[in-house]
């Protein structure tokens, strides 16, 4: 049984690292694309809330300090698949647009006393969408349609460690190598006059670092507070940006091209994270996280129609609030339903990027989920996440997006270092 489930889980991890879940949003042109969140299978259902959690039979990459209470007989592995339907709405216009795929894969294990090592694949950002507009020139016989499209993204692997300073006080760090691409493309079509293509390319391959704390106090004989933080050090990507221009005319078979090079154009911003936690018993817990990245202290390559430059004020600081909780009832129950772990959770979030000078949309967000234990005849630790979220995504004369997603995860809880007593 445990070959055929790292047999799966390996296998998940592969397929996922080229493959991300996905994006159909306009706004996804805009920056490095939409931010992922990084929470996974058992923190998705609170809404991603998970700066300040720490359980030993869950991963929670969130915050490496979170390594250190994995125990000593434990291996983790988890992994998921998300899917997202949005219905976009423009003046009135409404189109609905699905994607889905593998969402992520992390595991965890004990290396030695209060020390535990995490590893896995996560997405960071995703781009991809397609939609194009109409111009009427002044002759009325004569319009112009330009198309935008796009697709990429970054992925991060990662291998961290979470260590147990003192009983209440953990530390770790997560060390991650991003990779991937944006391809950005504006096309204008006219038969009177000459096409035009702009093309935007920049290819990611660089590393980012999480640095985590938490500290666990005991308040009463079932009750325990915990305080997280995370940091993440900005940095050049050390990536350059390219835009070529492609004009041509089918009518003399004329095609001229124009290419110029950004270097060193793009970069992370640092970002803080504070979150706090409440534990009552293993049968209730609740958090609040907050979170700011620093976008706007970066430039960012801009084309203003003449020149394809670093500007700055095109990105701006992005903050991130979540709360959620779970509610066990009974863990050992004969009741079903009384096991299964329910989750439920909100958040708001700012934009990182300006749209023509305006603000982007914010977002606002509602998710419940459910932590199904699965049982057979040697294990009951495993468990089946399923989450819902739903995100309302809008800013004045905007698109509106309203996004149904869900994810479906496998966390496999597996005692790997027990020793078998033979009498």
């Known amino acids: 049984m445990n070959k055929m489930i790292v047999g799966l889980v390996l296998a998940t991890m592969a397929t996922t690292a080229f493959a991300q879940s996905g994006s159909n949003s306009p706004y996804s042109q805009y920056g490095l694309g939409d931010l992922v969140d990084e929470s996974v299978g058992f923190n998705k259902g609170m809404n991603g809330v998970g700066l300040a959690m720490r359980k030993g039979y869950e991963v929670n990459p969130m915050n490496p300090a979170s390594y250190s209470v994995i125990d000593s007989v434990t291996m983790i592995f988890d992994a998921g698949l998300s899917g997202q339907i949005t219905n976009y709405n423009e003046n009135g216009t409404k189109v609905n647009a699905k994607n889905g795929g593998f969402d992520y ?22 781009i991809g969408y397609k939609y194009y507009t109409v111009t009427r020139l002044n002759d009325a016989n004569t319009s112009v349609s330009c198309t935008y499209a796009g697709n990429g993204g ?85 990536s350059d940006a390219t835009r070529s221009i492609i004009s041509s005319n089918a009518t003399i078979n004329k095609k001229d091209t124009t290419t110029q090079v950004i270097k060193d154009a793009l970069s992370l911003p640092t970002s803080i994270g504070i979150g706090l936690s409440y534990n009552h018993a293993n049968k209730f817990r609740a958090g609040i996280d907050f979170t700011m990245k ?130």
């Open 154 to 238: 970054i992925h991060q692997l990662y291998l961290g460690t979470g260590i147990r300073i003192i009983k209440p006080l953990s530390v770790g760090f997560n060390i991650a190598y991003l990779w991937g691409e944006y391809d950005r493309n504006i096309s204008t079509n006219n038969s009177s006059i000459n096409n035009l293509s702009k093309q935007y390319f920049a290819d990611i391959s660089n590393y980012k670092l999480d640095i985590g704390l938490q500290y666990e106090q005991k308040i009463a004989k079932n009750d325990y507070l915990t305080i997280g933080a995370t940091w993440t050090p900005g940095h050049s990507l050390k």
């Open 294 to 423: 620093k976008w706007g202290s970066l430039d960012f390559p801009v084309d203003d129609g003449n020149t394809y430059s670093l500007k700055k004020g095109v990105l701006k600081d992005n903050v991130r609030f979540n709360a959620g909780a779970e509610i066990l009832p009974r863990i050992m129950s004969r009741n079903f339903f009384e096991r299964i772990r329910y989750r439920f959770g909100v958040g708001y979030s700012t934009p990182y990027y300006y749209i023509n000078g305006q603000e982007g949309p914010k977002d606002f967000s509602a998710s419940i989920g459910f932590g199904i234990p699965i049982m057979n005849g040697y294990n009951s630790r495993s468990v089946l996440n399923i989450s819902a979220q739903y995100v309302h995504r809008a800013a004045e004369n905007l698109i509106k997006e309203n996004t149904f997603g869900f994810t479906i995860g496998l966390t496999f809880n597996e005692k790997w270092f027990a020793k078998w007593k033979v009498e």
């Open 105 to 126: 894969a992390v595991a965890l294990f004990r290396l030695i006393r209060n020390v535990g090592v995490s590893f896995g694949i996560r997405p960071y950002s995703n």
